[in-house]
Nanobody, 119 residues
Framework: QVQLVESGGGLVQAGGSLRLSCAAS????????MGWYRQVPGKQRELVAT?????????NYADSVKGRFTISIVNAKNTLYLQMNSLKPEDTAVYYC???????????WGQGTQVTVSS
């Protein structure tokens, strides 16, 4: 069992930046897919950015955040990050981190952190 704790959310003006962190209670080495998702009330949770680790490392971003958001991992800290720049009001949502293993089927979510971007 791995617990994920997100932090770094808050209120920011449009054009500003935030860095979200997702600290895992254990090593991230056993997971081959990690990512950030977001959800607004009344809508489905949507992908923001993911890292898939296999022979190489593949990064994937939602079109709406390409060029503005960057996903990264610091394995030594068991932490996943999402750097968010040039924030827009439409980025307002609860952001969740996720880690999973295709081989074991393990799939864990954090509790979410609120990001609010004012215009």
């Amino acid at each position: 069992q791995v617990q994920l704790v997100e932090s770094g959310g808050g209120l920011v003006q449009a054009g500003g930046s935030l860095r979200l962190s997702c600290a895992a209670s254990g090593s991230l080495f056993s997971f081959n897919a990690m990512g950030w998702y977001r959800q607004v009330p009344g809508k489905q949770r949507e992908l923001v950015a993911t890292i898939r680790i296999g022979i190489g490392t593949i990064l994937n971003y939602a079109d709406s955040v390409k060029g503005r958001f960057t996903i990264s991992i610091v394995n030594a800290k068991n932490t996943l990050y999402l750097q968010m720049n040039s924030l827009k009001p439409e980025d307002t949502a609860v952001y969740y981190c996720n880690v999973r293993s295709d081989s074991s089927g393990a799939d864990y979510w954090g509790q979410g952190t609120q990001v609010t971007v004012s215009s």
